[in-house]
């Protein structure tokens, strides 16, 4: 058990393009969740899976994010069309149930 | 709808001594209550969580705190602190039935030599 993975740890990019970030959760972990977390909060929930569905996203997801969870396993996040207000650390975490959330090292987003 | 306050945005305090961070939640609902850990450019460690039971539950590196409904809180303690748990201290709240968790804003506790 590995614990749950992320890619790229860090990312820079410019406004208006595009990035894609993966997670891999932890194996026979089923849930999977995004975060996000700007500089001095707490993490603020994006999105949900429980396999390959995605069971809610939040209204901080506009239509410019799209995540995936093809298969039930490693999931992607998408933000089209980047902007500086986007950037901010990106966490994934995983579980079995409802309690107990193990978490990733992040993708740290940075648009210029 | 939950949520969680962490009153305490920073807390110095000289090594070996006693610290607390504290937190409240409000939730209408039997909750789950959480406490992780973040070291500068990582992600979230799980110190303790409460799920039922006890209401004094313990953690990893000599941290405890302790689930008190009546007053809506969850309070991290730890009797002697070290150099080494410099860091932001999260506290977060979930329920049956739901899956996202709640964070609180977060208590950077820096300890000092």
């Known amino acids: 058990d590995t614990g749950v993975s992320q890619n790229p740890r860090h990312k820079i990019t410019k406004r208006g393009q595009n990035v894609t970030f993966r997670c891999d959760p932890i194996?026979?972990?089923?849930?999977l969740y995004w975060y996000r977390q700007t500089l001095g909060q707490g993490p603020e929930f994006l999105t949900y899976f429980q396999n390959e569905a995605q069971l809610e996203k939040s209204r901080l997801l506009s239509d410019r994010f799209s995540a995936e969870r093809p298969k039930g396993s490693f999931s992607t996040l998408e933000i089209q069309r980047t902007e500086q207000g986007d950037s901010a650390m990106y966490l994934c975490a995983s579980s079995t149930h409802e309690d107990t959330q193990y978490f990733g090292p992040g993708t740290r987003l940075t648009v210029l | 709808a939950q949520s969680v306050t962490q009153l305490d945005s920073q807390v110095p305090v000289f090594e070996e001594a006693p610290v607390e961070l504290r937190c409240n939640y409000s939730s209408s609902v039997s909750v789950y209550l959480f406490w992780y850990v973040q070291y500068p450019n990582q992600g979230l460690q799980l110190l303790l969580k409460y799920l039922s039971g006890s209401t004094l539950v313990k953690g990893i590196n000599g941290f405890e705190a302790e689930f008190n409904k009546s007053q809506t809180s969850f309070h991290l303690r730890k009797p002697s602190v070290h150099i080494s748990d410099t860091a932001e201290y999260f506290c977060a709240v979930s329920s049956t039935g739901t899956y996202k968790y709640i964070f609180g804003t977060g208590t950077r506790l820096k300890v000092l030599a």
């Open positions: 194996s026979e972990h089923n849930r």
